[in-house]
T-cell receptor, first 116, second 114 residues
Framework: GESVGLHLPTLSVQEGDNSIINCAYS??????FIWYKQESGKGPQFIID?????DKRQGQRVTVLLNKTVKHLSLQIAATQPGDSAVYFC???????????????FGKGTKLSVKP | EAQVTQNPRYLITVTGKKLTVTCSQN?????MSWYRQDPGLGLRQIYY???????DKGDVPEGYKVSRKEKRNFPLILESPSPNQTSLYFC?????????????FGPGTRLTVT
């Protein structure tokens, strides 16, 4: 089955700097990847997603990079702001051949702290 | 407003007393799912439903039941709760054919079983 790991449980950055949060997955058949943000006391909130036929996708101040060769996913946040402080989760859908299309495997999360 | 609602938000109960946590979405989504969140373990999927009357086990289904009789509702049932089911529970929904689309999460239900 799929397993999702995170490189760092916590990350502290200075306001205005760029943040990079990393994630690794195990199943090469996984075909859909998502990043979620969870603020204290709230449910996870979708940030950005990417499918396996892409290696980069950009949103507003965020970029997701997918390296299928090494099964690695990263989230880059440009010009990090205090409002970006939260726990960030990557999630992986193992896909039709890796499991079930309805199954979503989450990493354990990285807590991002932004220093003013 | 598009949203996923859960009730109750907080619940303290005793071992063995059956309980139901309701989940409802107003986005006409086909897919719904339940997760539990525990410190150090992240979010783990309990059950999911691809559509009405179609449910499937996630990674940690033991001790839970679900039903999907209507598109908008997906209740989570604990027939005989135990202390190891103390957790923060999230319901989520998404459009399309499964988990491979953006999921919208509810606000969470904090359950304590004594």
């Amino acid at each position: 089955g799929e397993s999702v790991g995170l490189h760092l449980p916590t990350l502290s950055v200075q306001e205005g700097d760029n943040s990079i949060i990393n994630c690794a997955y195990s199943n090469s058949a996984s075909d859909y990847f998502i990043w979620y943000k969870q603020e204290s006391g709230k449910g996870p909130q979708f940030i950005i997603d990417i499918r396996s036929n892409m290696d980069k996708r950009q949103g507003q101040r965020v970029t997701v990079l997918l390296n299928k060769t090494v099964k690695h996913l990263s989230l880059q946040i440009a010009a990090t702001q205090p409002g970006d402080s939260a726990v960030y989760f990557c999630a992986v859908n193992p896909g039709l051949y890796g499991g079930s299309q309805g199954n979503l495997i989450f990493g354990k999360g990285t807590k991002l702290s932004v220093k003013p | 407003e598009a949203q996923v609602t859960q009730n109750p938000r907080y619940l303290i109960t005793v071992t063995g007393k059956k309980l139901t946590v309701t989940c409802s979405q107003n986005m006409n989504h086909e897919y719904m799912s339940w997760y539990r969140q525990d410190p150090g373990l992240g979010l783990r999927q309990i059950y999911y439903s691809m559509n009405v009357e179609v449910t499937d086990k996630g990674d940690v289904p033991e001790g839970y039941k679900v039903s999907r009789k209507e598109k908008r509702n997906f209740p989570l049932i604990l027939e005989s709760p135990s202390p190891n089911q103390t957790s923060l529970y999230f319901c989520a929904s998404s459009a399309g054919g499964g988990g491979a689309y953006e999921q919208y999460f509810g606000p969470g239900t904090r359950l304590t079983v004594t």
